[in-house]
């Protein structure tokens, strides 16, 4: 009775992809407790964040894609309404209307457009069967377009560059043009000026310092230095759980969310980082098995663009606190602490595993 409880209640869990994401989410909370100056209160905000999110990803296991399939035209217009509604009536926080209060809660209209992007232009391709033309890839860009232009002018440049890979990945697997990326490729290198002459100030200032830090070492410089000291400081082996000195001593910034990478480095070392990046890889490696097998069209983009925008996010989080790219304000996924991050990588990765275990309940 117990067994059959239990084979019920884990039948749309993947077990491979599940086990890899709780070793991961383990490793957070110990790099957590270190990065936030071993505050209990602060791991258990993180654990009781991490088991909604687990809660969240088990419910959209359950949910078949076709359901999901559905629903994702009627998600895509509410996040755009509601992106609409934030710059019009946005709450500013920090200089950015990113906010919009609708009575009860504060909502961030651009994390549901992570997947609610992904999912209206798998729908829309799901449509169109076959070769696409070019005016379906040029309606998916403006579609793509829409969502992104919004979140920019919140500002918010990490968020829409990222939602702009998800929807940039479905495009491609939908099986856009190789001349076509060359050709857009070389037309945004000759636009760079205009882009340039768009940035804030201080979005500007953070591509400078990516060539340069020590120009500004109080200043625009001190994360990425003090992340690349950390790095850097950590060797082969790390300096132990706990002994992070730009950690414990408080010159490392934002190390419980943006800059948590660094903490891990110092502490575990490359040892430690090649096990977090190999964790990494199998997540992704899962994730593109599943994608390869989807049975729909909908399933196989859908799948495929959250499995690489997730190695998207990894990738521009590393590279900012190495000093590789420029500061954007992206967490690492599955590390760093907030909840509306950590609950939005779970509802995708509760996708992934609901197009993996029920396909064989669409074949049949």
């Known amino acids: 009775m117990i067994s059959r409880l239990f084979h019920h209640l884990v039948k749309h869990i993947d077990a491979f992809l599940m086990t890899c994401l709780l070793f991961t989410l383990l490793a957070s909370l110990f790099v957590l ?24 990803l088990w419910v959209v296991a359950n949910i078949p894609p076709n359901q999901l399939e559905r629903i994702a035209l009627p998600l895509y217009l509410l996040g755009v309404i509601l992106l609409i509604g934030v710059a019009l009536f946005g709450t ?65 440049l990490g968020t829409s560059l990222l939602i702009t890979a998800s929807g940039f990945f479905i495009l491609f697997l939908a099986g856009l043009n190789w001349k076509f990326l060359l050709g857009a490729a ?15 100030d201080y979005q500007r200032r953070r591509i400078e310092i990516l060539f340069d830090p020590t120009q500004d070492p109080l200043g625009s410089g001190y ?21 992070g000195t730009q950690t414990q001593l408080d010159f490392l910034p934002e190390r419980t969310t943006d800059f948590i990478f660094a903490v891990f480095s110092e502490e575990f070392g490359f ?24 049975q729909s069209t909908f ?22 606190v190495s000093g590789i790219l420029p500061v954007v304000g992206v967490p690492l996924p599955l ?11 779970c509802l995708s990765f509760g996708i992934l595993m609901s197009i993996h275990t029920h396909k064989k309940l669409v074949a049949t």
């Open 92 to 156: 500013i926080s920090h200089g950015a209307r990113r906010w919009l209060n609708v009575g009860i809660i504060h909502i961030q209209p651009s994390e549901i457009m992570r997947i609610a992007l992904p999912m209206m232009l798998a729908w829309y391709f799901s449509k169109r069967e076959g070769k696409p033309k070019a005016s379906h890839f040029a309606f998916a860009g403006l579609l793509l377009a829409i969502p992104v232009a919004l979140i920019m002018k919140q500002p918010d």
């Open 186 to 200: 070389t037309l945004l290198a000759s636009l760079s000026p205009v882009f340039w002459s768009m940035l804030h």
């Open 299 to 320: 399933s196989r983009l859908l799948a495929g663009s959250i499995t690489l925008t997730f190695f998207t996010y990894a990738f521009v989080n590393m590279g900012m």
């Open 335 to 345: 590390i760093s602490y907030g909840g509306t991050s950590m609950v939005m990588l």
């Open 33 to 56: 407790y270190s990065a936030s100056g071993q505050s209990f209160e602060r791991v258990y905000a993180h654990g009781i964040n991490i088991a909604v999110a687990l809660s969240i």
């Open 271 to 294: 040892l430690g980082n090649m096990l977090l990046l190999g964790l990494f890889s199998l997540i992704i490696i899962r994730g593109l098995m599943i994608a390869s097998q989807a």
């Open 223 to 243: 994360h990425t230095i003090q992340a690349i000291i950390a790095i850097g400081s950590g060797g082969s082996a790390g300096k132990g759980w706990l002994n």
